[in-house]
C-alpha cells in the first residue's frame, strides 16, 4: 500500500495570514486556504464563533496578489463580515459586503497592492503599491472609493506599516538594492501631517547588516520589533524615537524568519504579553511572552512547526500548526488555558502506517531532517529547499511520504544559507551559492552511506527554484548523483540576474558576487556551462507563465545536456507559475517524478505512465 499523488495534491498547501477577530458573539478565525482542486485559487474562509465554517470569497475570484512577485498579505476582514483584497486576475483591490458581489476599489492599470493593513479609526485600506514592478510606495485607498493617496514614498521597497494607537506616527519597514529584506533593512518612524501623508522620518532600528522583520506599536510611544543585532532575530522592545532599546529574548533561537512575503507575523500583541512564534527548523513553537521578565509560556501543544502568521483576540492566539502526523492546520489556542482547536476544515490523511517517522541530524555541521524508509541501505533522495535562503521544517510533508511510502528515504537538507540557525549559518553562502550548498547536500548523502542507511549507488537529488538551481548544479560539480529532479529551475546565472524580477535582480550580488567583476565566478559555477559533466540523467519541469524563473533557463540547460549525449526530459506546464498549485499539475510532476526514480534506480513504478527520456541510451 502506498499514497497516491491525488492525496498529496489534496492535502497539498497551506494555510496563511491568519487572523483571530474579536466580535459580538465571539471570536472569528479568518484565514486564506490554496484550492488546488478549483485551478489552484486561493479562498478566504471565515470560522465563526459557534464552529461553523464558510468560504468568504465566491468560486472565480482569487486572493493573491504580485508584489514582489511571491505576493504580500492579499486580504483583510472588516466588521460585519465584509472583506478587502486583491484579485490574482486584474491585481486590483477590491471590497466584498456579504451577499455581494465584489466592488472595485482601484483603477485598472500597471499596479500590483499587497501587504494589506486596516489603520484603525479610518475608513481606508492601506497597502504597498507596486508600479510597473519596479517602483513602491504606501498608499491609502478609501473603503468607499475615490483616487489613492500617497502616505510613504522612501525606499525602494518596504512593509509592515503600523499607526500608532494616537494616530500621530507611521511606521514601516524599508530597504534598498542590493540589500535583501534579511541582509539589511530599516525600521523607520515619522509623524503624519493633516493631509494623512508621512513627513521626515527617523531610522530607529536596522541598518546594513541588522534585518528588521516585523514591529508593532506597544503604545504611543514605543514599539516591539523582531530584529537580529545579536545575529538572532530576537524580540525587542524600541522607543519611537530611537532613544532606547532592549532584547526581551536575548537567546540563541529565532522570534523571525526570512521575508519573502510582506506581511508575515511571528508575533501578536494581546493584554496578556506577547503570542511568539520562535525557536529553530528542528522544533518552532507558540508561546506568550512576558515582556517584563522574558519568560515564556509554552503553548505549541504537539505541533513541531508554528508556520510565520499568528494573530491574537478575546484570548484566543490563531496560527498554522503541523507536527510529523498532522498536516499544515489552523489552530486556535486558549490563552488562558492553552487548550488546542483545530478550525480548518480536516484535510483526508493516509493511514500513520504509511507516515515516516522524521530524525533530526546534524552531519559534518550540515542540519538535515531524514524521513527514512523501513529498511535500508535503501536508495535515498535529497531534498533541497528553494530561496535559498529558505528552510525546510520539521513535518508532516505528503510530498515525502509519497516517496518513503514506496521505499525511497527522503534527507532534507537545511545546507549553509538556511534561514532558523542565526545569520552566522545563513551567512555561510555568502559568494559561495554553487559551492556550499552541493557541497552540504553531498555531505549528508555521503554520510548517509557511511552510516548503512543508504545505497551509494542509488542517490538522487530534486528541489524547485534555487533548490533546483542546487540540483543541476551538484549533478555537474559533483560525482555523487545517480539523477537529478529540478523544478523551475536556475541553471544559467549570469542571464538571470539580467531577465528575474526587481525583488531579486540584485540577489545574486550576495550570493555570488557583483556583476561585471566576478563575472568569471559566475562561468566556473554554472550548470549550463557544465552541462556536459552531469553525473546522470536530469527531470527539469516548468511552469510556462513563471515570472521569477523563465522557462527559457530549463530548454537552454536540456539543450545543453542533449548536446553533451546526457538522458533527460523537459515538461512544461501551461497556467503554471512559479510554484505547482494546481491539482492537475501536482498530481502531472509527482507521477513523473516517481518515474524517473524508477528508471535511475531500476525499480518498477506500474502504478504511473513510463518517462521518456532523451539523449543517450
Same mark, same amino acid.
Given at each position: 500500500?502506498?499514497?497516491?499523488?491525488?492525496?498529496?495534491a489534496?492535502?497539498?498547501?497551506?494555510a496563511?495570514w491568519?487572523?483571530?477577530?474579536?466580535?459580538?458573539?465571539?471570536?472569528e478565525?479568518?484565514?486564506?486556504?490554496?484550492?488546488?482542486?478549483?485551478?489552484?485559487?486561493?479562498?478566504?474562509?471565515?470560522?465563526l464563533?459557534?464552529?461553523?465554517?464558510?468560504?468568504?470569497?465566491?468560486?472565480?475570484?482569487n486572493a493573491?496578489n504580485?508584489?514582489?512577485?511571491?505576493?504580500?498579505r492579499?486580504?483583510?476582514?472588516?466588521?460585519?463580515?465584509?472583506?478587502?483584497?486583491?484579485?490574482?486576475?486584474?491585481q486590483r483591490?477590491?471590497?466584498l459586503?456579504?451577499e455581494?458581489?465584489p466592488?472595485?476599489?482601484?483603477?485598472?492599470?500597471?499596479?500590483?497592492?499587497?501587504?494589506?493593513?486596516?489603520?484603525?479609526g479610518?475608513e481606508?485600506?492601506?497597502?504597498?503599491?507596486?508600479?510597473n514592478g519596479?517602483a513602491?510606495d504606501?498608499v491609502a485607498?478609501?473603503?468607499e472609493?475615490?483616487?489613492?493617496r500617497?502616505?510613504v514614498?522612501a525606499?525602494?521597497?518596504?512593509?509592515?506599516a503600523?499607526?500608532?494607537?494616537?494616530?500621530?506616527?507611521?511606521s514601516?519597514?524599508g530597504?534598498?538594492?542590493?540589500?535583501?529584506p534579511?541582509?539589511g533593512?530599516?525600521l523607520?518612524?515619522?509623524?503624519?501631517?493633516?493631509?494623512?501623508?508621512a513627513?521626515p522620518?527617523? =531610522?530607529? %532600528?536596522? @541598518?546594513?547588516?541588522?534585518?528588521? #522583520?516585523? !514591529?508593532?506599536?506597544?503604545? $504611543?510611544?514605543?514599539?516591539? /520589533?523582531?530584529?537580529?543585532?545579536?545575529?538572532?532575530?530576537n524580540?525587542h522592545?524600541?522607543?519611537?524615537?530611537?532613544?532606547?532599546?532592549r532584547?526581551?529574548?536575548?537567546?540563541?533561537?529565532?522570534?523571525?524568519?526570512?521575508v519573502?512575503?510582506?506581511g508575515?507575523?511571528?508575533f501578536?500583541v494581546?493584554g496578556?504579553g506577547?503570542?511568539?512564534?520562535?525557536?529553530?527548523?528542528?522544533?518552532?513553537r507558540?508561546?506568550?511572552?512576558?515582556p517584563?521578565?522574558?519568560r515564556?509560556?509554552?503553548l505549541g501543544?504537539d505541533?513541531?512547526?508554528?508556520?510565520?502568521t =499568528?494573530s %491574537?483576540? @478575546?484570548?484566543?492566539?490563531?496560527? #498554522?500548526? !503541523?507536527?510529523?502526523?498532522? $498536516?499544515?492546520e489552523?489552530t /486556535?489556542v486558549?490563552l488562558?488555558?492553552?487548550?488546542h482547536?483545530?478550525?480548518?476544515?480536516p484535510?483526508p490523511?493516509?493511514?500513520?502506517?504509511?507516515?515516516?517517522?522524521?530524525?533530526?541530524v546534524?552531519?559534518e555541521?550540515?542540519?538535515?531532517?531524514?524521513y527514512?524508509?523501513?529498511?535500508?541501505p535503501?536508495?535515498?533522495v535529497?531534498?533541497?529547499?528553494?530561496g535559498?535562503?529558505?528552510?525546510?521544517?520539521?513535518?508532516?510533508?505528503?510530498?515525502?511520504?509519497?516517496?518513503?511510502?514506496?521505499?525511497?528515504?527522503?534527507a532534507?537538507?537545511?545546507?549553509?544559507?538556511?534561514?532558523?540557525?542565526?545569520?552566522?549559518?545563513?551567512?555561510?553562502?555568502?559568494h559561495?551559492?554553487?559551492?556550499?550548498d552541493?557541497?552540504?547536500c553531498?555531505?549528508?548523502?555521503?554520510?548517509?552511506?557511511?552510516?548503512?542507511?543508504?545505497?551509494?549507488?542509488?542517490l538522487?537529488?530534486?528541489?524547485?527554484?534555487?533548490?533546483g538551481?542546487?540540483?543541476?548544479a551538484?549533478l555537474?560539480?559533483?560525482?555523487?548523483?545517480?539523477?537529478?529532479v529540478?523544478?523551475?529551475?536556475?541553471?544559467?546565472?549570469?542571464?538571470?540576474a539580467g531577465?528575474?524580477?526587481d525583488?531579486?535582480?540584485r540577489?545574486?550580488?550576495?550570493?555570488?558576487?557583483?556583476?561585471?567583476?566576478?563575472e568569471?565566478?559566475y562561468?566556473?559555477r554554472?550548470?549550463?556551462?557544465?552541462?556536459?559533466?552531469a553525473?546522470?540523467?536530469?527531470?527539469?519541469m516548468?511552469?510556462?507563465?513563471?515570472?521569477?524563473v523563465?522557462v527559457?533557463?530549463?530548454?537552454r540547460f536540456v539543450?545543453?545536456?542533449?548536446?553533451?549525449?546526457?538522458?533527460?526530459?523537459?515538461?512544461?506546464?501551461?497556467?503554471?507559475q512559479?510554484?505547482?498549485?494546481?491539482?492537475?499539475?501536482?498530481v502531472?510532476?509527482?507521477?513523473?517524478?516517481?518515474?524517473?526514480?524508477g528508471?535511475v534506480?531500476?525499480?518498477d513504478?506500474?502504478e504511473?505512465?513510463a518517462?521518456?527520456?532523451?539523449?543517450?541510451?
Amino acid at each position: 500500500m502506498s499514497i497516491s499523488a491525488i492525496d498529496v495534491a489534496r492535502t497539498d498547501g497551506a494555510a496563511q495570514w491568519v487572523e483571530a477577530v474579536q466580535t459580538p458573539d465571539g471570536v472569528e478565525v479568518w484565514w486564506d486556504e490554496p484550492r488546488p482542486q478549483e485551478g489552484g485559487r486561493r479562498c478566504v474562509v471565515r470560522r465563526l464563533p459557534d464552529g461553523s465554517r464558510r468560504d468568504v470569497l465566491p468560486q472565480g475570484w482569487n486572493a493573491r496578489n504580485r508584489l514582489i512577485e511571491y505576493g504580500g498579505r492579499s486580504w483583510r476582514p472588516l466588521p460585519g463580515g465584509a472583506l478587502v483584497f486583491t484579485h490574482w486576475a486584474d491585481q486590483r483591490l477590491y471590497l466584498l459586503h456579504p451577499e455581494k458581489d465584489p466592488i472595485p476599489l482601484t483603477p485598472e492599470g500597471p499596479h500590483h497592492y499587497g501587504d494589506l493593513y486596516l489603520p484603525p479609526g479610518r475608513e481606508e485600506v492601506w497597502a504597498v503599491r507596486e508600479t510597473n514592478g519596479v517602483a513602491r510606495d504606501l498608499v491609502a485607498v478609501p473603503l468607499e472609493g475615490g483616487e489613492p493617496r500617497v502616505i510613504v514614498k522612501a525606499h525602494h521597497f518596504l512593509m509592515n506599516a503600523r499607526l500608532s494607537p494616537d494616530g500621530r506616527r507611521l511606521s514601516w519597514i524599508g530597504w534598498d538594492h542590493p540589500s535583501m529584506p534579511w541582509d539589511g533593512t530599516e525600521l523607520c518612524v515619522a509623524e503624519l501631517d493633516d493631509e494623512g501623508a508621512a513627513g521626515p522620518y527617523r =531610522v530607529i %532600528a536596522g @541598518g546594513e547588516r541588522e534585518s528588521v #522583520v516585523q !514591529a508593532e506599536w506597544r503604545d $504611543p510611544d514605543t514599539l516591539y /520589533a523582531v530584529t537580529d543585532p545579536t545575529g538572532w532575530w530576537n524580540l525587542h522592545e524600541i522607543a519611537g524615537d530611537g532613544s532606547r532599546s532592549r532584547n526581551l529574548t536575548p537567546m540563541e533561537l529565532e522570534f523571525g524568519n526570512a521575508v519573502w512575503k510582506p506581511g508575515a507575523a511571528w508575533f501578536a500583541v494581546t493584554g496578556e504579553g506577547l503570542v511568539v512564534v520562535y525557536g529553530s527548523p528542528d522544533e518552532r513553537r507558540l508561546g506568550l511572552l512576558d515582556p517584563a521578565d522574558g519568560r515564556i509560556r509554552d503553548l505549541g501543544g504537539d505541533a513541531t512547526h508554528w508556520a510565520s502568521t =499568528v494573530s %491574537a483576540a @478575546g484570548g484566543i492566539a490563531a496560527g #498554522v500548526a !503541523a507536527s510529523p502526523y498532522t $498536516p499544515m492546520e489552523v489552530t /486556535a489556542v486558549s490563552l488562558a488555558d492553552g487548550a488546542h482547536t483545530v478550525v480548518s476544515a480536516p484535510k483526508p490523511l493516509p493511514p500513520r502506517e504509511l507516515l515516516p517517522t522524521p530524525e533530526t541530524v546534524v552531519i559534518e555541521g550540515v542540519h538535515a531532517h531524514l524521513y527514512p524508509p523501513a529498511t535500508g541501505p535503501a536508495p535515498y533522495v535529497v531534498f533541497v529547499h528553494g530561496g535559498p535562503t529558505g528552510v525546510h521544517p520539521l513535518m508532516l510533508d505528503l510530498e515525502i511520504a509519497y516517496f518513503t511510502s514506496r521505499g525511497l528515504g527522503v534527507a532534507v537538507v537545511n545546507y549553509g544559507g538556511s534561514t532558523g540557525y542565526g545569520r552566522a549559518y545563513r551567512e555561510r553562502l555568502r559568494h559561495q551559492w554553487g559551492v556550499v550548498d552541493v557541497h552540504d547536500c553531498a555531505k549528508v548523502a555521503r554520510g548517509l552511506v557511511e552510516l548503512g542507511r543508504a545505497d551509494a549507488a542509488r542517490l538522487a537529488i530534486r528541489g524547485g527554484s534555487a533548490g533546483g538551481w542546487t540540483t543541476v548544479a551538484a549533478l555537474v560539480h559533483s560525482d555523487v548523483f545517480a539523477g537529478g529532479v529540478a523544478h523551475y529551475a536556475i541553471t544559467d546565472p549570469a542571464a538571470w540576474a539580467g531577465e528575474t524580477h526587481d525583488f531579486e535582480s540584485r540577489y545574486l550580488d550576495g550570493l555570488i558576487g557583483p556583476l561585471p567583476e566576478t563575472e568569471e565566478r559566475y562561468r566556473e559555477r554554472s550548470p549550463l556551462l557544465h552541462a556536459g559533466r552531469a553525473s546522470g540523467p536530469c527531470l527539469m519541469m516548468h511552469g510556462l507563465e513563471d515570472k521569477i524563473v523563465d522557462v527559457g533557463q530549463a530548454e537552454r540547460f536540456v539543450a545543453e545536456l542533449d548536446r553533451h549525449g546526457k538522458e533527460w526530459a523537459l515538461l512544461t506546464f501551461p497556467g503554471e507559475q512559479h510554484g505547482w498549485r494546481r491539482e492537475e499539475t501536482i498530481v502531472a510532476a509527482l507521477e513523473a517524478e516517481l518515474a524517473f526514480y524508477g528508471r535511475v534506480f531500476h525499480f518498477d513504478t506500474p502504478e504511473v505512465t513510463a518517462l521518456d527520456l532523451r539523449g543517450a541510451k
